[in-house]
């Protein structure tokens, strides 16, 4: 079955650095494309970015874009988020997520805080 499990979260000052990885499982993950999204207390789910399925395509939300960087390991089937001057608004819930045959799969979230 397809599994997503992210990791790397925690608490950071403003202005530091985390990296997030998204372990993936149960599918071919090379043939994906392969998607960040983050959801803050009280706000919907929104979209972070996005990588193409060979890594040489990426997209960013426009709040993230110059900060954050989205890159994968087709070998080690993980995809991961680099997050890099990283402010209050920053925090929040971080999902990866896999489209596979129109069925929608979440991991579990990592919890992202940036706070001094």
């Known amino acids: 079955q397809v599994q997503l499990v992210e990791s790397g979260g925690g608490l950071v000052q403003p202005g530091g650095s985390l990296r997030l990885s998204c372990a993936a499982s149960g599918f071919t993950f090379s043939s994906y494309a392969m998607t960040w999204y983050r959801q803050a207390p009280g706000k919907e789910r929104e979209l972070v970015a996005v990588i193409a399925s060979a890594g040489n395509i990426t997209s960013y939300a426009d709040s993230v874009k110059g900060r954050f960087t989205i890159s994968r390991d087709n070998a080690k089937n993980t995809v991961y988020l680099q997050m890099n001057s990283l402010k209050p608004e920053d925090t929040a819930v971080y999902y990866c997520?896999?489209?596979?045959?129109?069925?929608?799969?979440w991991g579990q979230g990592t919890q992202v805080t940036v706070s001094s």
């Open positions: 997520r896999a489209v596979i045959r129109f069925s929608v799969y």
